[in-house]
C-alpha cells in the first residue's frame, strides 16, 4: 500500500461518525491509483440526526435484603416516573430471581481464549453451510437492505448467524426474570433496570407479546439479539406487516441494518484488510489509528488490490502478535462492536461474512504454538506490570486494551517486539508463575 509522500497533503480530512445516533452517506469521487491500493482524492459525510425515544430510568438504589424488596422498590420507583403501573405490575409479578443469570454476569473463565479459538467457531463448517443456503434465500431482501442502509448484506448475514445460528436459537430465559436478577445484584443495576422499562414499553406499543418473553440471560431478544433500549431506538418493521417484531426475520435483519447505519456504517468500505508490514516496521504503532496514507507511508500494504481514501483512518491490528496475520482495521469494525465490544466478535463476524459469500479468509496463517494465560497469571501479570511503572488501570485478570498497551510499552524497554501479544512464552520473563 506504497503511498508517494508528496500526494499526502492533497487529500481533505475524511469525516467519521461514530454515534448510534447518527447516518452517514459518503459521495467519493474518482480514485488515483497509487502502488497496490486506489487513492480516493475527495469524500465526504453528510450526518443525519436519528430520533431516539428517551426512557429514564427511575433513580436506582445500591442494595436489597431480598429480590422481593428490590421489585417493590422499584415498582414504585418506575410508576413514580410515569411508567404504565399495569405493565410494570405484570412484568415484574413474573420475574424470579436467577441465581444462573448473576453467575454467568460474574463469572470468568479460567483460560482467556486466542483469537484463533474465537475464529474457528465463527467460522465453523456447520455455520458457514447453513450461512450460505441462508444466504442464498435473503439474497434479494439483503441487497435490497444493503441499497438501503449502505451496510455490506454479508455482514447483516453474519451477524444473524453469530447471534441466533440464522434465527434458530434465540433463548430460552425468562427476560424479565434475568434483567431483574440482574439488576437485583446491582453490578448492573442502572442497565437492567433501564432495559426493563424499554421492555414494558415494547409491550405497550406490540413490538413484544406477553407470550414472547424469553431471550438470553443477558437480556437479548429475537434472531439477531437487541436488547429492549436498542431496540426501542433502531428496530424497524422491515417486512411491512406494520409491527416491529424482533422475532422476525425481515424485521430482525432490517433493524440490524438500521442499527449499524445509525452507528456509523461507512458504504463499501471493508471491516478489515489483510496487509504485510516492512522487516524494519517500527512495530511500537500497532494499535494506534492513522491515516491510511499515513500506514502507506510507513510501508504498510494491503495483500489485495484496495480503494481506500487517502485520509480514511484505519488502526493496525496484530490479533496474534508478528507471527500472525496483520490487519488494517476500517472504521467499520468499531461499527460492528456496537453489538459485542469485542475484537474477536468483529472478527468473527467479518470472516463469516466472507465465508458464506465464498469469499477467501486470512492469508497468514495463525501461531497456534502460543498458549494463553490463565486469569490468575494476567492478575498477576497486571500486578507486575503496574509495580514496574507500566499502569494496566486494574488487576482483574482480563487481558484488555489496557493491558495489552503496557505490555507493549514494557516489550519495547525490554528487548522484545513490542507487538502486544500476551502469551506464555512473550510474559516468561516477566511473571513467575
Known sequence: MMLKKQYIALFPALVMVGCTSQQAMQETN??????NVEITQTQTIQVKPTPMPVVTPPVAKPSYNSFYDWKSDFSMRAIASGNDAATVRRLLDSAYLNQQVISLDSGQPEFSKMPWEYVDSAVSD???STGKRKFAEQRAYLSQLESQYGVSAEIVAAIWGMESSYGVVTGNSSLPSSLGSLAYD???QEFAETQLLSLATLLQRGDV?????EGSWAGGMGQTQFIPA????????????????????????????????NSGWVRGLAPFYEATVPTSFDYSTVGSKQSAARWAAMGVDTIADVSLDANTEMELWLPAGKDGPVLLLSPNFDVIKVYNNSSSYALGVS????????????????????RPLSTTQVRSLQQRLTSAGYDTKGADGIVGTNTRMAFQRWQGDNGQTPDGFITQRSASSLASW
Open 126 to 128: 456447520g455455520r458457514v
Open 209 to 213: 407479546s406477553w407470550s414472547q418473553l
Open 30 to 35: 474518482k480514485p488515483v491509483r497509487q502502488g
Open 230 to 261: 436498542t431496540w426501542l431506538k433502531h428496530g424497524v418493521d422491515g417486512d411491512g406487516d406494520g409491527h416491529r417484531n424482533p422475532w422476525a426475520t425481515g424485521d430482525a435483519l432490517a433493524s440490524t441494518a438500521n442499527y449499524l447505519s
Open 351 to 370: 470472516l463469516l461474512g466472507k465465508a458464506i459469500t465464498g469469499q477467501g479468509g486470512l492469508q497468514k496463517s495463525w501461531p497456534r504454538y502460543e
Open 186 to 188: 446491582g453490578r448492573r
